[in-house]
Every structure is written in C-alpha cells, then in structure tokens.
C-alpha cells in the first residue's frame, strides 16, 4: 500500500482516502467544506532511510524517492 501520511503514535492506521468522513454534528453538515491540504514534506535520502519501518520498502531514483508498505 501507499504511506500517505504520519501517525503520532507506533502503529499503522488502515484508512480510505477516498472516502469522506461522515459528520455526527448536524451543525457542520450545513457548514461549507473546505479541503485543507498540506504540502508533502520532501525527505532527503538520510531522512528516508530514518523514516523507513522493517515492513515498508524504499524505491530510489535520480527523480525521486518513494516509500511503499511490503
């Protein structure tokens, strides 16, 4: 799978970014969405190798650097 974000805490979450959340505040369904996305935090090759977990994988070319779950 795809790494698409980090978790504060050890473990790995399963999510779906392709669904949206369901609002249990009948409030902010009528509120207007706005999508707030953060810019990738581009890691250098020693911070990749920092970053990578014995279960995820480390794909490296002259362009770019990519990490992938096993």
Do not use: C
């Not at 790995?12 to 392709?18: A, K, P």
């Not at 020693?46 to 770019?64: A, K, R, W």
């Amino acid at each position: 799978g795809m790494i698409i974000g980090e978790n504060s805490r050890e473990n790995d979450l399963t999510v779906n970014i392709t669904k949206a959340k369901q609002m249990t505040n009948v409030r902010s369904a009528t509120k207007d969405q706005t999508a707030v996305i953060k810019t990738p935090r581009i890691l250098t090759l020693e911070e990749s190798l920092e970053f990578l977990n014995d279960d995820e994988y480390m794909e490296v070319t002259p362009e770019s650097i990519r990490l992938r779950k096993q």
